[in-house]
């Protein structure tokens, strides 16, 4: 059974960081593309960073320059660092990989 944790959520100011994990098990996922996406209140979920089995990324404009996605294949854990954060950053953020989603982290940016 294919399971996600996914951690390093929470509450911060405006210009911090975040840094969330997405640890799989129940399947290696080391050629599989990942995926981060968020969904803030009353908004539809958007794709916000991904990264190749080969370590190539693509970031949607708002954050690109802020956040870096990254994989770990000997772990099967993708991480997602976000600086600078602003508080349109705030959101449910899942990950995603092969078409299973971990249950969503909640990042809340806020002074």
């Known amino acids: 059974q294919v399971q996600f944790v996914e951690s390093g959520g929470g509450l911060v100011q405006p210009g911090e960081s975040l840094r969330l994990s997405c640890a799989a098990s129940?399947?290696?996922?080391?050629?599989?593309?990942m995926y981060w996406y968020r969904q803030a209140p009353g908004q539809q979920r958007e794709l916000v960073a991904s990264?190749?089995?080969?370590?190539?990324?693509n970031y949607v404009d708002s954050v690109k320059g802020r956040f870096t996605i990254s994989r770990d294949n000997t772990k099967n854990t993708m991480y997602l660092q976000m600086n600078s954060l602003k508080p349109e950053d705030t959101a449910l953020y899942y990950c995603?990989?092969?078409?299973?989603w971990g249950q969503g982290i909640q990042v809340t940016v806020s002074s």
């Open positions: 995603m990989i092969g078409g299973w």
């Open positions: 129940g399947r290696l996922f080391s050629t599989y593309p």
């Open positions: 990264i190749t089995s080969t370590r190539t990324t």
